[in-house]
């Protein structure tokens, strides 16, 4: 928050600009990272005629910055575009359910560098909470498969895509995590080892391989349930982006 309030001393820009949520929202971020983003906002303000920059600014360029160049597809199908859009707000809905202390800040079905859509949320709370429980850790399994669980709920098991690759790289990182830590049951982080070319790698025993099966398959189950309970949610959100393709912070408040 000191480190954009400083930066944004020095930048023409107006009260939307809150130093506390923009904080929120760049976890991770060097001083130099946020510089150059603040720069590209500016730069999307003077393309709109403005001499100062406003939060619009900020969030149209942030996922330029992080994921790339926005590459909408102008002759996609409507039921391509439409599995999409379920997709998308199968994990938006599921933030709103699981993790409602984060605040969702962009729910877009325009692809952006190699991502036909995407949802960004970030906790909204000034407090840093530290290590996370194991329930919390589940909700966070529960809003990764979400997209998964929607694209079966609501377009059928036969049309499942390949665009919850992304997802399945964090829903294993954190079922590995969870069962190294003991969460899965008794085994804990006694792994196996076997040296290769390239060095070592961890072999999961069978009994943990197999926890991290049925939790996956308990969260997908869980979040398909719930998604069906709030169905009426999910498809006006889905008819809301097929109309609109990417709602920001404010247009999600407003819809939810």
């Not at 859009?85 to 709103?96: F, K, L």
């Not at 998964?148 to 964090?170: H, P, S, Y």
């Not at 097929?242 to 912070?249: N, Q, W």
Request: aromatic fraction near 8%.
């Amino acid at each position: 928050r000191d480190i954009l309030t400083y930066y944004l001393s020095k930048m023409a820009h107006d009260d939307t600009m809150d130093p506390v949520v923009l904080a929120s929202e760049t976890p991770g971020y060097t001083p130099a990272d946020i510089k150059y983003l603040l720069n590209e906002a500016l730069r999307y303000a003077l393309f709109d005629g403005r001499r100062y920059m406003t939060y619009r600014d900020f969030q149209l360029a942030q996922p330029e910055h992080e994921m790339g160049l926005r590459s909408p597809i102008k002759h996609m199908t409507r039921e391509a575009r439409e599995r999409i859009a379920y997709h998308e707000a199968g994990h938006a809905v599921a933030v709103r359910l699981f993790l409602p202390d984060h605040r969702i800040s962009r729910i877009t079905i325009i692809r952006q560098g190699a991502a036909y859509g995407h949802v960004m949320h970030y906790p909204a709370r000034e407090s840093y909470q530290g290590m996370l429980t194991k329930e919390q850790w589940m909700n966070r399994l529960r809003v990764s498969v979400a997209g998964k669980a929607a694209e079966i709920e609501f377009c059928g098991m036969q049309n499942q895509t390949l665009g919850v690759g992304g997802d399945f790289r964090a829903i294993r990182n954190i079922l590995n995590a969870m069962a190294r830590a003991g969460m899965l049951g008794p085994l804990g982080a006694a792994m196996g080892m076997a040296a290769t070319m390239r060095g070592v790698i961890y072999q999961l025993p069978p009994e943990m391989a197999e926890a991290m099966e049925t939790t996956f398959q308990q969260v997908l189950k869980e979040t398909r349930q719930a998604l069906r309970e709030n169905g009426h949610i999910v498809r006006g959100l889905v008819s809301l982006l097929m109309e609109r393709e990417e709602l920001l912070a404010g247009d999600v408040k407003a819809f939810f």
